[in-house]
Structures are given as structure tokens and as C-alpha cells.
């Protein structure tokens, strides 16, 4: 058995399809399918249930799985360890992140990175659910590390480093009967209509979160995947939103009140997988954003 064959059968099964993993190993399609074909044979067994849409894991393909990510993260330990030693970090950083994170200057972290290990390629991806999408692709290590929100205790499987929080602010329309005042209570919010993100989302989690605990209905009635564009939903009257400060700094067309009686946090947490240690790349990135909000400018 081989590693590059592994490799493969990683691949196909988290892409369900040949040719996108192959895309994906930068490989032709007759490669990957050589590659895996010989493995079954190797194994005794079928590990993948092929048909013209996308190819499933048979029972022993899905028995492989976490073997195979286990024994590629092992190898890939290996190389860092080796690296190392020789003086330079390499190989493949991959880094799971939220489609807006104010709380930390994500480009300028990850440029001075890439400064310090020029030789580690880094790959960054959002998940359309959110901080939850990000997690599920952690626990199967298809990442290394993300950003995420995660208000309450860590999912199973995941270990959080906590960093930073914002608060979660009230937005109404300008000519809105509560546009006059600087506060609002929770309660007085009881069956109105919302702006919000999806379920999975930090900022979704920690208002479903606070409207349970305070007992009050709410309806959330506009889906917005970018919360940059909350606002401008509030300002046309299609609802009201909790948004991230960071988010409302000269917003026009709207009011803006605190809410009281609720735990409006939103947290911004670095997660890493729980089962295997984090290998160079990994911890060298770690070690940089401790010290950026040890010592923020």
C-alpha cells in the first residue's frame, strides 16, 4: 500500500467525484482511477460504489477513510519533523475561514506568514454553512486549523483557542418606532421580523442562542450569506438584524440600539482538530496569532 494511492482515495471520496480530485492532485483522471483500482485489488475489496453522478464509499471505503487521513497526517508529520530540522518548514497549510472575520487583519497574518515559511503553500476555504461547515471539515481533516465562532462550549472532536470577541448590536430602519432610543430589552423584540445569517453561522448561533434563553419568539425572514450587507436590508424596512460592530461603523439609513438582558457576544476562536497533534506548519501559525492579540498595535 502507498501513500500516494491513499492520497487518491482521499481525494475521490471527499470530492464524490474522479475527475474533481483529480483536478484537485493536479493528475489525469486515468491516474486517479489506476491509482485506486490498484489499491482495491491490494485491499481485497470494493471502495467506492462508482455511477455516472458521483461515487459513494462502499462499507470498507468508508472502514478506510479515517485510516488513510490518519496515515497521510502521519506522514506529513514526518516531513515536518525532517524539515525542521534542516532549517525550513514545507508542505501544505490549510486553513479554514469565515467570510468576515474584522476582529483580526487576515491578510496581513497571513502575509507575514508566508514571509517567515516562504516554503509552506497555504490554501484558504470558507464553508457555505458557516463556522459549523468549517468544523465537519476539520473532524474529517480536511483542514488544519480554522477560524471560526462558536458561542458555548467546542463541538466534539475540536479544540478552541479563544481570541477575540465583538458585540452583536440592534439595526432598524431609520423611521423604525424604536429608531429614537439607544437600547433596547431582548423581550421587547418578541415576534419580529429578522434579517440574519444562516444556521451554522457564529452570528446566527449567538442570537438563536440568546432568544431560547430569554424565552422570546423571533422569526428570522431574510437569509444573508455576507453580513457587510445587513444594513442595507435593515435601511430598506425588510427587517431588523443583530450585527457585529465591526460591521456598522458609518452605516447611514439606519439606527443602531444595544440590546439588553442577553449575551450578545460574538466570539472568534482559532479550532484544531482534538485527535493529533498539530504538525509544524500548523503550530507555527498558532504561535503567530497568540502574539498578533498578545500584542495587538
Known sequence: ????????????????HFSRAATRLHVVQS????????????LGAQLLDRNAK??????????????ARIALDAARDARDAVDEVRGGLRGTLRIGVLTSIRLLDLPELLGEYHRRHPGVLLQTSAAPSGSAGLVDRLTDHRLD??????PGPPPPGVRLIDLASGQLDLVVPADHP???????????????????SPVGFGNRAVADRAFAEAGV??????????????????EHGLGIA?????????????????????????PLSLAIPADRAPGAATRALIALVRAVFRNPE
Open 217 to 234: 419568539r423571533r422569526r428570522v425572514t431574510i437569509e444573508i450569506s455576507d453580513i457587510g450587507t445587513g444594513t442595507g436590508f435593515a
Open 31 to 42: 491516474a486517479v482511477s489506476a491509482a485506486i483500482k490498484s489499491l482495491e485489488r491490494e
Open 145 to 150: 486549523l480554522a477560524f471560526v465562532s462558536l
Open 242 to 266: 443583530l450585527l457585529p460592530r465591526f460591521v456598522l461603523q458609518g452605516a447611514t439609513g439606519v439606527a443602531i440600539l444595544e440590546v439588553t438582558g442577553a449575551d450578545l457576544r460574538w
Open 178 to 196: 424604536l429608531a429614537g432610543r439607544g437600547s433596547v430589552a431582548i423581550t421587547e423584540l418578541d415576534g419580529m421580523d429578522f434579517i440574519d
Open 1 to 16: 500500500m502507498e501513500l500516494r494511492q491513499l492520497e487518491y482515495f482521499v481525494a475521490v471520496a471527499e470530492e464524490q
Open 54 to 67: 458521483r461515487v459513494l464509499l462502499t462499507d470498507a471505503g468508508t472502514a478506510l477513510l479515517p485510516r
